[in-house]
Structures are given as structure tokens and as C-alpha cells.
């Protein structure tokens, strides 16, 4: 079943339409969460907390419209009240997947290190565009920012990275 | 897209893994008074060293709280036949549970607000009306000890307990309990549970009565 028609059955009730309807988001959402709180354990309860939220909300989602920006907006929302109300803000800590066995894997590692190495606004940004492949409209979404501002803030945070990098 | 756009889409991050998440349909209705009291609790036995009775750890599923404690609280020895409550008709039952019971042409008895029946095989089914709760989304819990997540389909989480357990039936007294399949759909939560009952069986029972 197509977006649209599970987004009407979900909002007629229909629970498996609902758990259709986010299942491809999933992972999406707590990554997204993760970014934003730097915590596993934080980012799952947060985004266990937006899916409730996007559930209940589900009736003044607007018909047509796509579904991931949404979704992500309200798990952002989530992440970011959790982290306030914990007061205090882990550093969000990217690693490299597997040990490095190739020159590529090493220039791998220090690009991830030059990541962790800039400023959180910076390192979110380019998160979410290019690790998470957000869209800029998602991304300004998520970041609850205008269009404008994640062009420049991408553009600053690319400058800055190579930079480090180089 | 320059070469260092490149570089960072193409980047391999160490993600922590996506969790499981699962999903309960929203109530509408407010918690009656009754469905409040008629929770069940069911210890769960997990480990076994010291702090004997110390809860480790609980969760809810449907109208279930399960706890996970050190050592089983002391509880009775009783058979399903006498765990069955009150008879009933199927029309208080339909009234106890909002709907029909998922069983016709069966005797059904009461035990606070939950409804069962003894099934062939010594296995007995019952439903709990606990709509009405807030809308709730639950993670499933991993590892435990003697516990399971399992999924009658893609929308119905439901946890196995393969292990023996205390189970608090509402209005009756604490008593061992077999292997048990919970599962909870539409603001009903169900139970089958037997002696010897295996974690296949229960599936293939609760399926068509989900």
C-alpha cells in the first residue's frame, strides 16, 4: 500500500497501517535522535517517545504531504526536550565501522575524527545531510532552522572540516 | 558534490544498532476503576542470587506488569481447572470485555475482570479488558532470562515466559504458572498458558484468536 493510503488507515485507527507507515523510518528516527542527544539509550527512548507522539498526532497530519519530514520533526522535537531536560549534553562521538584495513579506511578514520572535532551545530549539520542523507528541507526540519540557514551552516561546516581534515 | 561531500556520504559510521520497537493501539476510553485493580502482575523468576524477593527490573505488557526478581515470592500450588473463577455467560463476558470472547461454545468463567476457558490440552485461555490505559509504545526487553519477545505478526508483540513463574490472577491468590503467551491487541490482553505447553502450540492457538 502506497504513503497515502497507509496514512489514512492509520488515521482511521488501523495500527498495522501505523506500524507500516514508520517501520521504514525507524531507523532513521533514532539515528536522527542519536545525533541530537549522543546517547543510544537516550535516542531509543526518545524516539520510542516521538513514534507515541506521532501516533497520537496523526489526525492533523495533512493528506499528501510526505510522511519522513514530519515523523523526523517530531522525533527531533522529542531528542531535543529530552536532552534540555537532562541538562547536560553528551558529545555526540561518530566511529568508523570497522578497523581500518585499507589507506582508504585510514583517511576514513581521520575524517571521522576531524567530524567529532567540530563545533556540535557543524557536526549535526553535516550529519544529517551526508551520513544520514537527509534532503536540505529535512534537514532544516530536524534542525528546526530555514532553508537558508542549512545552506550556510553546510557550507561553514564543509570549510571548517576540510580544514581539519587536511 | 565535491570530493570531500564524497567522502563524508560515503563514510561507514558505527550506528549503535536500531532498536526494536513496538507498537499498542491507541485507547480511547478512560481506565474504569475496575480494570485499574484487576491488573495482573506476574513475577517472573530471573537469576537466582541473594536480595531474595528484590525486584531487578519490570515491565508492562497490556494489562501485565512482569517483574523480574531474584526469587520467586511464595505463591500456591493450583491446577488451571481451579484458576478458572466464576462461570459466567457469554454475554456477561461480551459485557466484561467490550466485544465477544474470542471463544464461542465454551463455558467461560470470571476472576475480577479477566475472562477464560479451559481449552483441550489442559491450556487455558483468558482476556483482560484494559482499555482505556493512556496510548502507550513499548520497546521489547532482550536477553532475559526465561523471557521472550515474540511476534504473532507484525503488529502483535507478545512476550513467552518458557519459564516456570508466580502469575497473580486478579481476585485470586498468587500461584505457579507454566509456559505462558501474552500478547495484547485492541485493548485486550490475552493469556494462554499450560503445563508442557510449547512456544509452537501457542502460537498456532493464538493466531486465529488474536
Known sequence: ?166 | MTELERALAQLDVDWPATPSFAYRRPQRRRWPAVAVAAVLALAVAFAVPPARGAILRFFHLGGETVERVHSLPRAQDRTLRQSLGAPITHEQARQLLTRPFALRGVQVYRSGSAVSALLSGGVLFSELYTGGGPVAIKKFIVGATGVRSVELDRATPAYWFADRHVYIPPTLPARYAGSTLVWERFGITYRLEGRGLTLERAIALARPLR
Not at chain 1, 553535516?126 to 532552522?145: C, D, H, M, P
Open chain 1, 1 to 166: 500500500m502506497e504513503e497515502r493510503g497507509l496514512v489514512s488507515h492509520a488515521q482511521r485507527g488501523d495500527e498495522h497501517a501505523f506500524a507500516a507507515l514508520v517501520r521504514p523510518h525507524l531507523e532513521m528516527s533514532y539515528r536522527v535522535a542519536y545525533v541530537i542527544t549522543g546517547s543510544a539509550a537516550e535516542a531509543e527512548d526518545a524516539a520510542q517517545d516521538a513514534l507515541l507522539k506521532a501516533w497520537r498526532a496523526l489526525g492533523r497530519f495533512r493528506a499528501g504531504e510526505p510522511f519522513r519530514p514530519w515523523l523526523l520533526r517530531i522525533v527531533a522535537n522529542e531528542a531535543r526536550n529530552r536532552r534540555r531536560s537532562a541538562g547536560r549534553r553528551l558529545r555526540l562521538a561518530l566511529r568508523a565501522a570497522a578497523e581500518p584495513v585499507a589507506a582508504d579506511d585510514h583517511d576514513s578514520r581521520a575524517l571521522i575524527e576531524a567530524l567529532n572535532e567540530l563545533p556540535e551545530d557543524a557536526q549535526a549539520v553535516l550529519a544529517y545531510r551526508y551520513l544520514l542523507g537527509l534532503s536540505e528541507q529535512e534537514t532544516a526540519v530536524v534542525l528546526g532552522v530555514a532553508l537558508g540557514t542549512v545552506k550556510s551552516r553546510t557550507s561553514r561546516a564543509l570549510e571548517r572540516l576540510r580544514e581539519l581534515y587536511d
